[in-house]
């Protein structure tokens, strides 16, 4: 009993979720990635290479903004904005690659891969692997490769290859598939930058745990300027990263509602979404137990949204658990609600947001009226939205050239 049970910790289980569902030509390398993970994220070295990293390279700690001018105009809460747009290369993806890259090369690696669906992982991956030395390679589906030109050659600006992955639907979860492919068949130089809280154990506990900054931060910048914790924390959910980042050192404070914001696309009564906690069910797919949008043989479903960043057809396991249990809520937006929230964010506070992050801003459009201006929200800014400019304008019917 006791050995099952240290067994399954050893295999990274969220209750039920989580594990190391992989082929056996990849068991031996993923021992080595749990030790090595299990090794130095409690070496002072590399905390402190990694910490310093995250200050003068990425520009952490993010700004925690009072949204004073969109508290005023809902009426109700008072709303704060993590700002981890402002990071290099504009995104939480950042603090993960710098983790994972930092301990690749401790590993003595000389190669990293990573898939990528809009390209936003991609570049992190190249830039980091630019600054690290390292040769870098990136798994992309044709259709993401046509619809994300420009981040194509921005990879390939900063040095890295990338695949054109054409099997399946040639979108992301064909580029995990490649990806985890081109790992199994060479470990000896080569470590996979997983870009979210997903696959095999230990990606979902250590991808958590260098996103984790986010929310300690938060924690530390809110007590400094108003003494209290959060009443919320809001983030948008894809794989389920910026989300946990944000989440974690909250989770224990029962009195912090903790939401995530899903892509509902065109609606979740439609075949055009991505909202895996709502519609989903458990199965295990790209090494993980988990929560997936799948047919009732396991086959997975073609998944939809406006923004590329949540066209993902699973969760991470840690929130497949926190669902079950009850401590976090998942809710689905629309295109249109993530569209409108994204200009009114505009608008009103001059910051253009992710159009994913923007999930998460539409639900506090939603809440914050019905709470009380003593109470606070936060919410994470996962990303910019410079990226996402001409398809806001598109949907807007707009004719402009990009
Ligand atoms: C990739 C991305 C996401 C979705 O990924 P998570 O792992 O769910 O955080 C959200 N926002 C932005 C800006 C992204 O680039």
Redesign the pocket.
Known sequence: MQSNLKKEQKAGRFGEFGGQYIPETLMHEIDRLVNAYNYYKNDPTFKKELTDLLHKYANRPSLLYHAQKMSNDLAGAQIYFKR??LNHT????INNVLGQILLAKKMKKTRVIAET??G??GVATATVAALMGMECEIFMGEVDIKRQSLNVYRMQLLGAKVHSVTTGTGTLKDAVNAAMQEWASRTADTHYVI????GPHPFPTM?RDF?ACISAEIKNQLIKETGKLPDAVV???????????AFYHFIKDKNVRLIGCEAAGKGVDTQKHAATLERGTTGIFHGMKSIFLQNDDGQIDEVYSI?A??D?PGI?PEHAELAAKNRAEYVGITDDEAVAAFEYLAREEGIIA?I??CHAVAYVKKIAPQMNSSQIIVCNL???GDKDVAAIARYRGEKIYD
């Open positions: 981890e747009d504009g995104s939480h993806k669906g809009a936003q992982h870009g979210s809280v997903m991808v996103q983030a948008c959910v894809g794989g389920g990263s910026n989300a946990i980042g923004s960043g949540l993902y991470g992710a994913e992050s996962s990303g910019r």
